[in-house]
């Protein structure tokens, strides 16, 4: 097998060049962890620099023609390629609760669920980086009071440290996207813990941007929150006037309200 066809349906589109695939690799500090998983590896341009890293490397792929090429061209990956789908498989399966980072060249098309299966997994996974679909790698970076400061922002700086690294053009795809893309990396927290219900947090916040023109006084009208807290002054900001302690805060106040 020569190469893997791009699947338009996967979201597929191959990293050919290797000086972006080897900044790619570096973005990791190795720290914390022993094991790797790539997401999407296609073929393998991405994985030839995590195999020779200092740490144990696993790839997850869906696209059993990708399966194919890995299993025929890195023989390092033997009994290390699990061919299913990350967002629906027990990652536990392979890493037994122990400390893993992700990294890759993520299909634009699942790449903000990828994100949120990581924050469900925060408790494992210290580290996580690779690109995305540019604008998507801005809005989990992005800081409050941009139009690009979401839900996707707040939960994730919750838990980790994100930082936007290098853009990176169409022309280094084949196919190429239509769009740049952007290499973020993700480092969790010392103290990730949150001083407030966590489950209660992701409902708040994306309740609150679920109409983000509006102020938190009516766009968290349905939490049912009683008249006294809906005078306090936080309520008369819009949500991307927050910032993630801010958020904690407000969610603390609903909390003590009895919600």
Do not use: W
Request: glycine share 4%.
């Amino acid at each position: 097998m020569d190469k893997v066809k791009a699947k338009k349906h996967l979201g597929q589109h191959f990293l050919k060049d290797e000086s972006i695939a080897k900044a790619i690799a570096d973005t990791l500090s190795l720290e914390g962890y022993e094991d790797i998983l790539e997401i999407g590896p296609g073929m393998g341009v991405l994985t030839k620099y995590m195999l020779d890293k200092p740490t144990t490397t696993y790839v997850i792929e869906i696209d059993t023609e990708s399966v194919t090429y890995l299993e025929a061209n890195y023989p390092k990956l033997h009994g290390k390629i699990i061919s299913q789908d990350f967002l629906k498989y027990n990652i536990n399966e392979v890493f037994e609760n122990k400390q893993f980072a992700i990294i890759g060249n993520f299909p634009y098309n699942i790449s903000t669920q990828i994100v949120f299966r990581v924050l469900e997994l925060r408790d494992q996974i210290p580290e996580f980086s690779g690109m995305f679909q540019k604008e998507v790698a801005e809005r989990i970076c992005e800081k409050k009071g941009s139009k690009a400061y979401g839900i996707l922002s707040v939960l994730a700086q919750a838990f980790y440290d994100t930082e936007y690294l290098f853009t990176v053009d169409e022309h280094v795809f084949n196919p190429p996207p239509k769009v740049k893309s952007g290499v973020m990396r993700m480092r969790r927290k010392e103290d990730y813990s949150l001083p407030c219900s966590v489950k209660l947090f992701f409902t708040v916040v994306k309740t609150a941007f679920q109409q983000r023109r509006k102020t938190l006084r009516n766009s968290l009208k349905t939490l049912n929150l009683s008249d006294k807290l809906r005078e306090d002054t936080i309520f008369d900001l819009r949500p991307e006037q927050l910032d993630v302690t801010q958020f904690i805060e407000l969610t603390q106040k609903i909390e003590a309200d009895g919600v």
